[in-house]
Nanobody
Framework: IQVVESGGGLAQPGGSLKLSCTISRSVFSGFPMGWYRQVAGKERELVAVSVGGINTKYADSVKGRFLIDRDNAERSVYLQMSSLKPEDTAVYYC?????????WGPGTQVTVSS
């Protein structure tokens, strides 16, 4: 299974960006799919995850600002990021968890700076 992200880039503080992720084939919607992020020199951090497009979980640092949306028909998951802060700057990785086996995208850089 291949995982491909898109939509990263540069945003100003307070701005918005939307990340997209598509997997190469359909999978059971109950497999978790979502986003991690990583800053150089730090551990990868779970940002948001969707299970079946119904159950979602967010990192405390992004609650109320980020929204994860999953479209199983399109084999995609999206991350709408609003009210961005400089501390949101990181490489964002899309993932799919198939019974404990993780599939990762190559990552997309998000930079929040004025």
């Amino acid at each position: 299974i291949q995982v491909v992200e898109s939509g990263g880039g540069l945003a100003q503080p307070g701005g918005s960006l939307k990340l997209s992720c598509t997997i190469s084939r359909s999978v059971f919607s109950g497999f978790p799919m979502g986003w991690y992020r990583q800053v150089a020199g730090k551990e990868r951090e779970l940002v948001a995850v969707s299970v079946g497009g119904i159950n979602t979980k967010y990192a405390d640092s992004v609650k109320g600002r980020f929204l994860i949306d999953r479209d199983n028909a399109e084999r995609s998951v999206y991350l709408q990021m609003s009210s961005l802060k400089p501390e949101d700057t990181a490489v964002y990785y899309c993932f799919l968890d198939v019974r404990g086996v993780y599939y990762w995208g190559p990552g997309t850089q998000v930079t929040v700076s004025s």
